[in-house]
């Protein structure tokens, strides 16, 4: 097989091993997340960052979620991480929006937070977990710390071990779609 054939084959494989009732459930978090009008902080570095921004948009414009993407302020992220360090920059800024308990964090990595990495997440986890917020993501490897310690968390399976960072990030995009297309969830229709 080529590798466009591979590739799709392990695309087809991962969607069909998803937890379908474990997205249920994140869908019915966030509707209970916007009807005490609390706000869904969303954080990522690298690729789960661009997801993030995607993600806010989407859940702002289609679910009617305040949405805010912890990674979009570039200038106050690497302010803090320079000046304090990368571990306290995401909970820093959730102090700095006044994050509450009403409110929720959604991860998208694809470690998780684990083994001294993604430094930022592992703050945001802490901070959300002191104020007593849910915790959700779509995360791959074994999970991290966001596995660990959230509430209500999708796990991408790994049916190749040397493409593990581009399936999470692909699905990451996935299970957004769907959580904001959902008949429960979704308040305005896409234009196409």
């Given amino acids: 097989m080529s590798h466009t054939q591979t590739y799709l084959a392990e695309t ?12 249920e459930r994140m869908a019915v978090e966030l509707i209970q997340l916007r009807e005490r ?9 690298g690729g789960g960052a661009a997801n993030c921004s995607h993600a806010a948009n989407d ?17 106050e992220l690497t302010a803090r991480m320079n000046d304090e360090g990368p571990g306290s920059a995401f909970a820093d800024m959730m102090d700095a ?3 509450q308990q009403i409110d929720a964090l959604f991860v998208f990595s694809v470690g998780g937070g684990a083994d001294g990495v993604s430094l930022p997440i592992i703050g945001a986890i802490g901070k959300a977990l002191d104020l007593g917020m849910r915790i959700f993501g779509v995360v791959g490897r074994n999970g991290g710390a966001t596995k660990d310690r959230g ?11 040397e493409r593990v960072t581009p399936h999470t990030e692909a699905f990451q995009m996935v299970i957004l779609h769907l959580l904001v297309s959902h008949p429960l969830l979704q308040t305005r229709a896409t234009k196409w």
């Fill in 12 to 23: 087809a494989q991962i969607a069909g091993m998803i937890d379908a009732q474990e997205i």
């Fill in 37 to 45: 009008g609390g706000r869904l902080f969303l954080a990522g570095l």
């Fill in 59 to 75: 859940f702002r414009k289609l679910a009617g979620i305040h949405a805010i993407a912890l990674c979009d302020n570039v200038s």
């Fill in 97 to 99: 929006s006044r994050a």
């Fill in 151 to 161: 509430h209500c968390v999708i796990v991408v399976p790994i049916v190749n071990p």
